[in-house]
C-alpha cells in the first residue's frame, strides 16, 4: 500500500510468540481487596471479571487484532500482555517463547504505544524521535541519527520531518502523521514485540488504512510480533490482519484467521452479506459462536511439523536472549540529565507564553514599580520605612506568585515522565536534576531584568554589593517558588487542584511571614507556619541588605526635628534581626529549594514504581 512503506528493512530479530493459558482477571472493590490482603479470603461482593479463562497467540511475523464489542476487555487483555497489569493480579498464565514473562525484561524488548498521544507539540518530529532514541539506545548521537533517519523513512514522516507536532489551536503535523510518530517514538529501540492500542482510532478510512499497512509490512518483513486492538476495522483494514482475537463480555469467541472465522460461522448455519465484513457480521451473531477454550483449541489448531520442531530452540533462544540482558539504562545518569535538559529547554524557549510572557512580565513589573516607588530609599521619615517594607513584601508576592505559570508544563511533563520511566527509558533521578538544572541560569535571567530597574529607581541601598545581594535573594525565591510548584506537581491529579493548592499555601506562607502579625503574637499551635513561610527569609534577607552592615551603623532613617533618632542598626534591633542572618537565612532558603526537590523526587519516583510493578 503506499510507496514509503516499502524501504522497511528485512532484518529479522529473535522471534517472540505470546500466548495465554486459562487467563482470567476481575476488578475488586477497595473493601474486598483490604479482606484479601488482610484475612486472606477470596473476594466476591463487588468483583467484577474483565477477562475469564482466555487462551490466545501472537505469532512472529504477523498481525494479530484484538476485536470485540466496547467493555469486552481488548484493552485490558492488551496491558496484561504488555506487562502493565501485574501478572500476580491475574490468574493463568502468560507465557512468551513458552516461558513465563519476565515483566521488566519484556517491557525492554518491547514497545506499547497507548491510544492518547503523549507528544510535546513544540518538539518537530525529528526531534521527537531523536531524543526518544538518545535516551533509549546506547552509542550516543550518531546511532540514534542513523536509527531516526531509517525509522522516519519507514513510517513515511521524512516530508514532515522539519514540522513541528502542534496541538490544540496550533497548526501542527496530520492526525495520521501524529499516530505514527507516537508509534516511532517506541519503535526507535526496534523492538521485536509491538503492542499498540487502537492504532486508528479518530483516523479517517485512507489514514488508518495507511497505519495498519504499516503496520502490516513491519510484522512480514522485520518478523515482528505485531498486537492492537481496533474497534470496528473496514474491510480493507480486517484483510491485512494474520490473526483475529474476538472477545465478547471477557470470553475468547474466536482466535485464528479470518478464513476460519467464515468458515465457523458458515458451520454454525449464517450465511454472510456480500455487502457486510466477516468481523461486523460475527459481532451480530455472537451467540451463535462457541467459546473458544483450550478444548476448542486443539480441535481448530494444528501446529505444523516445522513449527514443533522450532519449539525447543525458541526456548533455548529466549533463555539465553534472559540471561544476556541485564537491568541496564542505555545512558548514564549525565547523558541522561544532558538529554532531558536540552528537551526541556527546547520546550521552555518554544513555550511563548512561558519563555517570552514571563521574561516581559519581570522587565515590565520591574520598571512598574520602579516608578511607583520612586526614590523612596532615599528618603527619611516613618512613613518612607512603612512604605519601603511593604515594597519588601510586595515584591515577594509578586516573585513568588508570578512562577505558578509552569504548572501545565510540569504536568504535561509528568505524563510523558511516567511513560518513558515505565519504558526504562531513564532514571527519575535524572529528570528531576535535569529539570532544576534548566531553571537555574532561565530564573536567574527573570531575575536580573526585574532587580536591573526596580533596585535603582526605588534608590535602594546604593552599591554594587547592595544590589548583587539583592539579586542573589530574589534568584533563591524564584527557585524556591518554582521548586514548589515542581514539588506540588507531582502530588496532585490536575491543574486546578494544583493551582487551589498552590495559591492557597502562599496565602498562609505571606500572613505567617511575620509582616501582619509579629512573630511573638503568633500562637504557638502556628508558629510552625512562621517557620515553614517562604516569605520570612528573603523579607528579613532585604530588610538586614538595607539597614545592615557598615553603613547601617551611619545610616539615619529616620529624622525628627533635624535630628536623627533611628539608625539602620537600631531599626533591626527592634526587628530582632541580627548581621548574621544575612547568610544564614541565605541557606535556610536553599534548605527549602533542595528539599522541595527532592520530595518532587521522592513522590515521582513513587509514581514511577507503582506504575512499573
Known amino acids: 500500500m503506499g510507496s514509503p512503506f516499502m524501504s522497511i528493512s528485512c532484518t529479522r530479530k529473535t522471534p517472540y510468540r505470546i500466548e495465554t493459558k486459562n487467563l482470567s482477571y476481575k476488578l475488586c472493590s477497595q473493601l474486598d481487596e483490604y479482606r484479601s490482603l488482610c484475612f486472606g479470603s477470596n473476594p466476591k461482593s463487588g468483583a467484577k471479571f474483565i477477562l475469564k479463562g482466555v487462551n490466545c497467540e501472537a505469532r512472529p511475523g504477523e498481525l494479530t487484532a484484538i476485536a470485540g464489542p466496547s467493555g469486552a476487555g481488548k484493552t485490558t487483555l492488551l496491558e496484561i500482555l504488555s506487562g502493565r497489569i501485574p501478572t500476580c493480579k491475574v490468574s493463568g498464565q502468560v507465557l512468551v517463547n513458552h ?73 501542527g503535523i496530520s492526525g495520521g ?50 498486537i492492537l486492538t481496533i474497534h470496528q476495522p473496514g474491510f480493507r483494514i480486517l484483510e491485512l490482519f494474520d490473526g483475529l482475537i474476538l472477545l465478547s463480555d471477557g470470553f475468547v469467541m474466536h482466535n485464528g484467521s479470518l478464513n476460519l472465522l467464515e468458515a465457523k460461522l458458515k458451520l454454525a448455519g449464517h450465511y454472510i452479506p456480500a455487502h457486510v465484513n466477516v468481523l461486523e457480521f460475527a ?90 516607588f520612586l526614590n523612596v530609599g532615599s528618603k527619611q521619615s516613618h512613613v518612607v520605612l512603612q512604605t519601603r517594607s511593604g515594597f519588601f513584601a510586595f515584591s515577594l508576592t509578586f516573585l513568588l506568585s508570578s512562577t505558578t505559570e509552569g504548572l501545565p508544563i510540569f504536568l504535561e511533563e509528568r505524563r510523558t515522565l511516567m511513560r518513558e520511566t515505565s519504558r526504562g527509558a531513564y532514571r527519575v533521578s535524572s529528570y528531576v536534576l535535569a529539570n532544576t538544572l534548566v531553571f537555574l541560569p532561565f530564573l536567574l535571567l527573570v531575575g536580573f531584568l526585574y532587580t536591573t530597574p526596580v533596585y535603582w529607581l526605588v534608590g535602594l541601598r546604593k552599591n554594587i554589593d547592595g544590589f548583587l545581594y539583592f ?9 524556591m517558588s518554582n521548586s514548589l510548584v515542581a514539588c506540588f506537581s507531582a502530588l496532585v491529579p490536575n491543574f486546578i487542584l494544583g493551582s487551589s493548592v498552590i495559591a492557597g499555601l502562599m496565602g498562609s506562607f505571606f500572613l505567617f511571614s ?14 510552625f507556619m512562621h517557620y515553614l513561610s517562604l516569605f520570612k527569609y528573603p523579607f528579613e534577607c532585604f530588610m538586614i541588605n538595607e539597614y545592615g552592615g557598615q553603613q547601617g551603623k551611619s545610616r ?30 541565605l541557606a535556610v532558603m536553599l534548605g527549602f529549594i533542595m528539599g522541595y526537590r527532592v520530595v518532587s523526587f521522592l513522590i515521582l519516583w513513587f509514581r514511577c514504581y507503582s506504575t512499573r510493578k
Open 471 to 479: 539579586s542573589l535573594v530574589v534568584w533563591l525565591v524564584l527557585l
Open 283 to 372: 459481532l451480530d451473531v455472537m451467540d451463535s459462536l462457541v467459546i473458544h477454550t483450550a478444548e476448542s483449541e486443539n480441535n481448530l489448531f494444528l501446529l505444523g511439523d516445522t513449527e514443533n520442531q522450532n519449539h525447543k530452540m525458541r526456548m533455548q533462544q529466549y533463555s539465553k536472549l534472559v540471561k544476556e540482558k541485564a537491568f541496564k539504562y542505555s545512558n548514564s545518569p549525565m547523558e541522561e540529565i544532558l538529554i532531558l535538559g536540552k528537551r526541556f529547554c527546547c520546550n521552555i524557549f518554544r513555550t511563548k507564553q512561558l519563555f517570552v510572557t514571563r521574561v516581559i512580565q519581570a522587565l515590565v513589573a520591574g520598571f512598574v514599580l520602579g516608578t511607583i
Open 99 to 171: 516461558m513465563p514473562m519476565d515483566v521488566n525484561r519484556f517491557r525492554r524488548t518491547s514497545g506499547y504505544v497507548t491510544q492518547d498521544d503523549a507528544l510535546f507539540p513544540s518538539l518537530t518530529v525529528r526531534e521527537t524521535l531523536m531524543y526518544s532514541a538518545m535516551l533509549r539506545l546506547p552509542g550516543g548521537r550518531k546511532v540514534a541519527a542513523s536509527r531516526v533517519a531509517v525509522l522516519m523513512k519507514e513510517l513515511g514522516l521524512d516530508h514532515v520531518a522539519d514540522s513541528r507536532i502542534g496541538g490544540g489551536s496550533d497548526h
Open 514 to 527: 511575620g509582616y501582619f502579625i509579629s512573630k511573638e503574637k503568633i500562637p504557638s499551635y502556628w508558629i
Open 556 to 585: 539615619c532613617i529616620e529624622i525628627s526635628n533635624g535630628n536623627c533618632i533611628l539608625y539602620g542598626v537600631e531599626f533591626l534591633r527592634q526587628q530582632g534581626l541580627k548581621e548574621s542572618q544575612k547568610w544564614t537565612n
Open 177 to 226: 502523521e501524529r499516530r505514527r510518530v507516537s508509534i516511532g517514538v517506541d519503535l526507535v529501540h526496534d523492538p521485536a514485540v509491538i503492542l499498540i492500542d487502537e492504532p486508528t482510532s479518530g483516523l479517517d478510512s485512507a489514514s488508518a488504512l495507511n497505519v495498519v499497512s504499516l503496520l502490516r509490512l513491519m510484522a512480514f518483513n522485520q518478523g515482528k510480533t505485531i
